[in-house]
């Protein structure tokens, strides 16, 4: 069963680095279809980690050690882990060649301390290391599988990538084969999961996961099912919660969904924002090529350059409010304009903590949609934080778009 992982390096315990190398090695076994059973973190102590390594190897199949394969002292993972197995370190000529040479490429001398990272044990072999100076070692043992990596996360995925995820699949050769993911936008987390409990009951045989976030809620599922029931599960998926998937493939994000389905239009895009300060925008250029389609972003904070950038007329101000669905379109409709584009999107709203009022409070956000066929609004209420309240408004602005462009409703019309 299990698969552990055994995080190194004072600077976790101390707050100075954030642990993320737990979190990339269990996405990554988790799209091969495996689980990580436990996570633990120690520092450069040698005691507690050679406590830690003791235990681990007393559960799992396949441990996996990250941090502490430096050339610096306090760097004693392999050191460690090679006492606790009684393999003894000699020195590697070829892999003491291949450190030399790497300082020689950029010009440097090696310094005699990084020696210690040719040091590799006896019963142990090296996994190359494509982009640093430390190797990584794997041993065998009594049916267990070792892996040491650098704590630093780019080598650690490459060499995960390379050399650790092929080998640990293979051990797991009866692993479900079946994945899908819905990205889902727009229904809370136990709306979502309300809404699937039929299908969550009728299939124990599937594992669901549900991970909410400010981009929505991924939900995913796993099995051994056949073919016939897979497909009937995944199409019970869609049928149900249809209108807020956006996409079937992880990673892939809104924006891009959004871009892609404008340029198979041939239409061009602008964004009006005040309260999202410019998230939407952001979100759009995160996506590579996005400039054949995006024109840019209005960023309209004050009143004043609502009606001096996109003609939005004082009089509406007065009468509605900045936060309100009239001025929603009126950004809309000028920023289409002003930009020449066929869509134009707008958000305004009241991000908090402050600037609430009993009629508006904290968390109403309005929305416009501006096509060539006309205009759309909608009205949320989200709730306190400030920052989920930014993220998640911009990402349910692109969703209006996504909705009026596969033909759903994308709010009221205006
Ligand atoms: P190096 O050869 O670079 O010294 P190393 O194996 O000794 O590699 P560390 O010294 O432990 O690795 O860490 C190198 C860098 O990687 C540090 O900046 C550290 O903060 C970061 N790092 C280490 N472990 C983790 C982790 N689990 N999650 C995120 N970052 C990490
Ligand atoms: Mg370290």
Redesign the pocket.
């Known amino acids: 069963v299990s698969i552990e992982v055994l ?3 004072d ?2 315990l101390s707050g100075a ?6 979190n990339w090695i269990a996405r990554a076994l988790f799209e091969s279809g495996l689980d990580l059973g436990r996570v633990t973190i120690v520092g450069d102590d040698a005691a507690p980690l050679a406590d830690a390594v003791a235990a681990a190897l007393t559960r799992a199949r396949v441990l996996i050690v ?6 610096t002292l306090d ?1 004693r993972t392999k050191e460690i882990v090679a006492a606790h197995l009684g393999d003894p370190l000699e020195l590697d000529a070829a892999t003491l060649e291949d450190i030399r040479d790497r300082f020689a490429r950029r010009g440097l001398v090696m310094s005699e301390v990084n020696t210690k990272q040719a040091l590799l044990p006896r019963g142990g072999t090296r996994i190359p290391n494509p982009i ?3 190797p990584g070692v794997h041993w065998q043992r009594d049916g267990r599988e070792i892996f040491l990596l ?4 780019r080598e650690m995925q490459a060499m995960m990538q390379a050399t650790v995820l092929p080998r640990v699949a293979a051990l797991y050769p009866e692993v479900p084969p079946r994945r899908a993911i819905f990205r889902t936008v727009g229904l809370p987390e136990s709306e979502l999961a309300q809404r699937l409990l039929p299908l969550t009951n009728a299939n124990d045989a599937i594992g669901w996961a549900f991970y909410p976030g400010t981009d929505g809620v991924d939900v995913r599922l796993r099995s051994s099912l056949d073919a016939v029931a897979w497909d009937a599960v995944r199409d019970g998926v869609r049928s149900t919660a249809g209108a807020y998937i956006y996409s079937e493939t992880a990673g892939e994000t809104l924006a891009a969904v959004v871009l892609h389905a404008l340029r198979a239009r041939n239409w061009t895009f602008v964004t009006a924002e005040s309260c999202t300060g410019g998230f939407v925008s952001q979100r759009v250029t995160d996506v590579p090529g996005s400039s054949t389609v995006f024109r840019g972003g209005f960023v309209t904070y004050a009143n004043a350059a609502k009606v001096a950038w996109l003609g939005v007329s004082e009089e509406l101000l007065a009468a509605h409010g900045a936060v309100s669905a009239a001025v929603a379109v009126a950004m809309a409709r000028g920023a289409r304009a002003r930009a020449e584009s066929d869509v134009a999107i707008a958000v305004t709203g009241i991000a908090g903590p402050d600037g609430g009022t009993p009629e508006k409070p904290v968390g109403l956000i309005y929305f416009g949609l501006a096509t060539a066929a006309g205009c759309w609004t909608r009205r949320l209420q989200l709730g306190p934080d400030r920052d989920t309240n930014r993220r998640y408004s911009s990402q349910l602005a692109l969703d209006m778009v996504r909705r009026h462009l596969q033909g759903l409703p994308a709010g009221e019309p205006a």
Request: proline share 12%.
């Open positions: 995080a190194v390096g600077e976790l680095t954030l642990e993320t190398n737990s990250t941090g502490g394969l430096g050339p760097d640093g100076s430390a650098p704590g630093v996360p």
